[in-house]
Each structure stands twice: as structure tokens, then as C-alpha cells.
């Protein structure tokens, strides 16, 4: 069974430029997760989805973040006009179910995404 | 969800059982307590989860108290390459899915 991909690992980009993160969830998830990790910090939730649903965006910062999940294809994280403090890595998790907390959460090996 | 307390870091010989301590004295009656482990430049790892019982399984074993205010985390024979951050995270049962990671144990296993 293939785990969570994301992709690509490492991802380059200029200030001002966008910045586009991609999670393949395990083979039968249908929810998803996404965390930043600043160096040196621990994981901090950002946004939960479901296919095609926001359900709980409480960690996206308000503005230049945006993240879907269509009903065909992987999930999308989208970062506009990128500045440095963004550089960090981004990780991704599926579960199978949701709403229950002995749901368990598989990660992503993460995209670093440095800002020059 | 409860907050959870861990050692910054701790040591422990190859080979040798490493137990790792976190501290949730506000756990609530429906909130789970689950451990994962990040090992460098790495995805967090799924290691074991339980409510109020013990739990083992391939990789580790989770005791947790009767009164569910800490719990230990046991590796019985650790390698180097146990050498991680370990979390211990609890979590209730609503439709809130998001994992709160605090700083963890960095749990360095030296030959």
C-alpha cells in the first residue's frame, strides 16, 4: 500500500512567486491534513479537508493561503506571492474517518519549501 | 484538548529499554492519548494510541496510569535508529481532527 506522497520534496521559489504543495492520501482516505513546521518548532495544524469540503481552516493564515481537495485528484495547497517566512516544511496527513479521535493520522514525508 | 508535558530530550543505551514520560493531568474521560515520532528531515511516524488501557504493538508498548494523568511511552530495545523526536498528543473525540504537537523528547539512543 502506498502511504501519503507529496510532492514535490523540495520546492524553490522567489519572493512574490506561488507556490503550489500536492497530497495523495492513502489508498481509501478521504480526509486530509495539512501542518507547517518552521525550523526548529514543532507541527502546527493549518487546515482539514474532506473531498471538495473545508472543514476546519483555523491554522491557514488569513491571507495568501489557500487549500482544496477536489473530488478527482490530489490535494492542493496554494501559497501566493511567497515571502521568506514562509520557508518551512509542509506536511500532509490522511485518516480514513473523521470526527473520532482514535482516527488515526498517516503523514506525508513533507515539502520544504525554501524562499530565497 | 489537554495539554501534555514532556522532558526536552533524554538519552538512552542501544539496546536498552527507553520510556519515555508525559505528563496529562487534564485529560479529559473521551480523549485519547497518541504518541508519534519524528525522525530527522522526516514525516511524523504513527507509533501507538490508547484510552485508558495498556496498548503494545510491534513497535512500542503505552502504559498509562489509572487515574490517566501520564502515561510512558516504552521502546523495549532501542537502536540508533530510534533516535527521534517523540510526541505524545491528546486528542477528544469531536469532529476537531487537528493533531496538537507540542515540543516533544528529542530521544537521542547512543551506542
Known amino acids: 500500500n502506498a502511504g501519503v506522497m507529496q510532492n514535490p520534496r523540495h520546492l524553490v521559489r522567489r519572493r512574490g512567486q506561488e507556490a503550489r504543495l500536492r497530497c495523495s492520501p492513502m489508498?481509501?482516505?478521504?480526509?486530509v491534513y495539512w501542518y507547517r513546521q518552521l525550523p526548529e518548532e514543532g507541527l502546527k495544524f493549518m487546515v482539514y479537508l474532506q473531498k471538495e469540503n473545508i472543514i476546519d481552516e483555523s491554522g491557514m493564515p488569513k491571507e495568501r493561503f489557500s487549500a482544496e481537495f477536489p473530488k478527482e485528484g490530489p490535494s492542493i495547497l496554494r501559497i501566493q506571492q511567497v515571502v521568506r517566512g514562509d520557508s518551512a516544511a509542509y506536511f500532509c496527513?490522511?485518516?480514513?474517518?473523521?470526527?473520532?479521535?482514535?482516527?488515526?493520522?498517516?503523514f506525508g514525508a513533507g515539502t520544504r519549501l525554501s524562499v530565497l | 484538548d489537554a495539554k501534555t508535558t514532556q522532558p526536552p530530550s533524554m538519552d538512552c543505551a542501544e539496546g536498552r529499554a527507553a520510556n519515555l514520560p508525559c505528563n496529562h493531568s487534564?485529560?479529559?474521560?473521551?480523549?485519547?492519548v497518541y504518541w508519534y515520532r519524528q525522525i530527522h528531515s522526516q514525516g511524523p511516524q504513527y507509533i501507538i494510541h490508547?484510552?485508558?488501557n495498556n496498548e503494545t504493538n510491534e513497535m512500542a508498548s503505552l502504559i498509562i496510569t489509572e487515574d490517566r494523568k501520564s502515561s510512558t511511552l516504552i521502546l523495549p530495545h532501542a537502536t540508533l535508529r530510534d533516535t527521534a523526536v517523540y510526541y505524545c498528543?491528546?486528542?477528544?473525540?469531536?469532529?476537531?481532527?487537528?493533531?496538537?504537537f507540542g515540543a516533544g523528547t528529542r530521544l537521542t539512543v547512543k551506542p
Open positions: 487534564t485529560i479529559s474521560g473521551n480523549e485519547y
Open positions: 498528543i491528546v486528542r477528544v473525540e469531536d469532529n476537531n481532527n487537528d493533531m496538537r
Open positions: 496527513a490522511s485518516s480514513q474517518t473523521g470526527g473520532l479521535a482514535k482516527n488515526i493520522q498517516y
Open positions: 489508498k481509501g482516505h478521504s480526509h
Open positions: 490508547g484510552l485508558k
